[in-house]
């Protein structure tokens, strides 16, 4: 399966038009969409839609920068699939994720983001290949030296500890795009706004 994930688009039509563009020209099978759609709610138009009109599926998770409602209502009016707390197979691998953050706007404790990536793997735990989503990174990963504001999240280590997904896509410190760092056997990716191609 071929993936193109990104984050942290912040309300950037021409980025989005980018981003589908180029998921059309390497004939992606899937796009994921890892949180910070839009910047402080302003504006849903234009985010999700050019991936759609590309024949793209989409799976989106909401980051600190939109609440679980506009990922939902984003995820409905584009037949994309919001995995906060959720989880969906598709081939032989499964996706579950947890949008939001452990800071700003829209944030979620650590209990709470852990308990909604649990949610989601109980259901496809029996599934081999397995990748989790996520806005923000892992505490103790290379991510977070990248940053002086945004402490990586106890909550998503845990869930690497526990849960031992194969991968795990993120973004949320700009900074860090397209850095790469492993945790056990879990392959970690802050995929950043230019997004990146992914072959499983």
């Not at 799976?59 to 989880?87: C, K, Q, R, V």
């Not at 397995?130 to 999240?153: A, Q, R």
Request: glycine residues 8%.
């Amino acid at each position: 399966m071929k993936i193109l994930a990104a984050s942290d688009i912040h309300g950037d039509t021409t980025l989005a038009r980018a981003l589908a563009e180029r998921a059309e020209k390497e004939k992606v099978d899937l796009v994921i969409l890892c949180g910070d759609l839009t910047f402080q709610e302003q504006s849903t138009e234009n985010l999700v839609g050019p991936f759609v009109k590309k024949n793209k599926k989409v799976l989106l998770i909401p980051g600190n920068h939109e609440t679980i409602a506009t990922a939902d209502f984003l995820a409905e009016m584009y037949d994309a699939t919001n995995l906060h707390g959720y989880s969906i197979k598709i081939g032989n691998i499964v996706f579950f994720g947890c949008g939001s953050s452990n800071i700003g706007l829209f944030q979620l404790s650590e209990d709470e983001i852990f308990s909604l990536l649990k949610m989601g793997y109980e259901k496809i735990k029996d599934v081999k290949k397995k990748i989790m989503v996520t806005h923000v990174h892992p505490k103790g990963s290379i991510i977070e030296k990248f940053s002086d504001y945004f402490e990586g999240s106890s909550g998503v280590r845990k869930a690497i500890d526990k849960l031992k997904p194969d991968l795990l896509l993120c973004g949320h410190v700009h900074e860090a795009e397209g850095i790469e760092d492993e945790i056990g056997r879990t392959r970690i990716i802050n995929v950043g706004k230019k997004g990146k191609i992914i072959e499983v």
